[in-house]
């Protein structure tokens, strides 16, 4: 039970936005509480569940908000539970999962390379991903349990390689931006590379994942995805503070008591695993780890990754995207990758032009 509530520190200090309050239990505990994170993170929750809601009631039978409520309660007709438990359910469930994991990982590569533009999508994880499903395609003509090990594969080796290149004396982010970046050149080459070597068949069931897309998601995909999430996103939060420490420069953050490269390590290899895993279940969707981070920022006004809110604003970008790639387009539905790609393209493109005036490029 709480004893005291006090103000938290004004702008520009500790608090950083004047809504901090500490929270001092009579056991002596302390908690820190940012009331206005906290607001951001249960609206962004409200708007990821009601999207997910959205989405289940779409499609050929669409349904209302209050029947998919009362189906995933135990109500509705042998129809709708058919519909609803096994169509919809884990397509929605996939996004939700992929969203949050794309997320925290978009919020610690950030926060680690200290750049806006440290981002799964640039740093050649996803081309990694890439490369290890159209290897199990094209060279083995590998079934879809067989493709999504080969992009977790394909993921965490390209992780290790640009973790090895990048380390002389510990990993520090200006040169892992740079071996990113390069990697991604060089593997998006190879993808290319196994296109060529593709028949039609394996060709069409390339561009088909590569494209990103949540159809046809069912549970083999859910319950990995989501014991993947279950280990990683604790483990990540769980470093939320050192995290917080590291924005301030290594110098201050030793002197804080942060082992620096060990939280770099343990936080990139939880984020690749995680990148790796969603990629594996959606195809590499792009853009949703560039833009959902800064986004919650800019809503919570907090320093720090802001882990939570970027997790949250990541599964309620990929949700809403795939809804508005069903219903805006009409008979010709995109895969949700394509939306995500044109609108994260013109985000990269307005943040390139913001670090340019600002003199950062």
Not at 192 to 212: C, D, P, R, S, Y
Request: hydrophobic residues 55%; charged residues 10%; positive net charge.
């Amino acid at each position: 039970m709480s004893t005291t509530v006090k103000p938290g520190q004004g702008p520009g200090k500790a608090g950083g936005t004047g809504t901090a309050r500490a929270v001092r239990t009579r056991g002596g505990l302390s908690l820190r509480l940012d009331v206005r994170a906290v607001l951001v993170g249960l609206i962004l929750l409200a708007l990821a569940l009601a999207a997910g809601i959205a989405l289940i009631g779409s499609g050929d039978y669409p349904m209302t908000p209050a029947e998919v409520v009362a189906t995933l309660t135990g109500g509705g007709d042998a129809g709708q539970q058919f519909i609803v438990q096994d169509l919809r359910l884990p397509r929605v469930l996939v996004g939700l999962l992929v969203g949050a994991a794309f997320g925290v990982a978009g919020a610690v590569f950030q926060t680690v390379t200290r750049n806006p533009l440290g981002s799964p999508d640039v740093l050649g994880f996803a081309q990694g991903s890439s490369v290890g499903a159209l290897t199990a395609i094209v060279y083995f003509q590998a079934g879809t349990f067989a493709v999504a090990a080969g992009a977790v594969v394909g993921g965490v080796a390209t992780g290790l390689g640009i973790f090895l290149l990048a380390w002389k004396g510990g990993i520090h982010g200006y040169r892992f931006v740079l071996v990113g970046i390069g990697a991604s050149a060089m593997l998006y080459a190879m993808v290319l590379f196994l296109m060529t070597k593709a028949n039609i068949v394996e060709a069409t069931q390339a561009t088909t994942w590569m494209t990103g897309s949540l159809s046809g998601r069912d549970w083999d995909q859910v319950w990995p995805l989501a014991a993947v999430c279950a280990v990683c996103l604790p483990l990540v939060l769980s470093y939320g503070r050192p995290l917080r420490m590291l924005e301030m420069g290594d110098d201050a953050a030793y002197a804080l008591g942060v082992r620096v490269d060990r939280v770099r390590v343990v936080v990139l290899l939880a984020a690749v695993v995680l990148v790796a895993s969603a990629t594996a279940a959606a195809g590499p969707i792009a853009f949703v780890a560039l833009t959902a981070p800064p986004l919650a920022r800019r809503l919570t006004r907090s320093p720090g990754p802001n882990l939570v809110p970027a997790a949250l604003m990541g599964a309620v970008l990929l949700v809403a995207a795939d809804w508005s790639a069903q219903q805006v387009f009409g008979a010709d539905q995109l895969p949700v990758g394509v939306l995500t790609g044109v609108l994260g393209g013109g985000y990269l493109l307005w943040l390139l032009a913001t670090e340019r005036r600002a003199g950062r490029i």
